[in-house]
C-alpha cells in the first residue's frame, strides 16, 4: 500500500474554485482502480493550504492514475490556482501505535 500525500497552497481568491473542482472530481478519484482511500485535509491556521491524503494499491496504480485523462485535466486547472510549487510526497506505514 502507498500513501500519497500532496500539500497544496492556492491564492486566497482561489480557493472556492479549486473545492468545487475537488466535488466535481473525487468520486472518479476515489472510484480510479487501485485507489483504496481519498481524503481532503484543510491546514487549521492558514485557511488557503489543502493537502490531499490518498491510498493506492501500488506505485503502478498511482502512476496509471497521473497517466490518466482524469489526472491531466484535474491538475492543469488545480495547478493555475497555486500560490506556491506543492509539495508530494509518496510514503509507507510502518506502524501503528495503539493506546
Keep these: ?22 466535488e466535481a472530481n473525487k468520486k472518479f478519484i476515489r472510484n480510479f482502480p487501485g485507489c483504496h482511500h481519498l481524503e481532503l485535509w484543510q491546514d487549521f491556521s492558514d485557511k488557503n493550504i489543502f493537502v490531499t491524503y490518498s491510498h493506492w494499491e501500488s506505485e503502478a496504480h498511482l502512476n496509471q492514475y497521473r497517466d490518466s485523462e482524469l489526472f491531466k485535466s ?25 493506546k
Design 1 to 22: 500500500m502507498l500513501i500519497r500525500i500532496v500539500r497544496m497552497t492556492f491564492r486566497p481568491e482561489a480557493v472556492s474554485a479549486f473545492l468545487e473542482n475537488f
Design 74 to 98: 484535474v491538475w492543469s486547472f488545480t495547478k493555475a490556482l497555486f500560490a506556491e510549487k506543492p509539495q508530494a510526497f509518496s510514503t509507507k506505514k510502518l506502524q501503528e501505535v495503539a
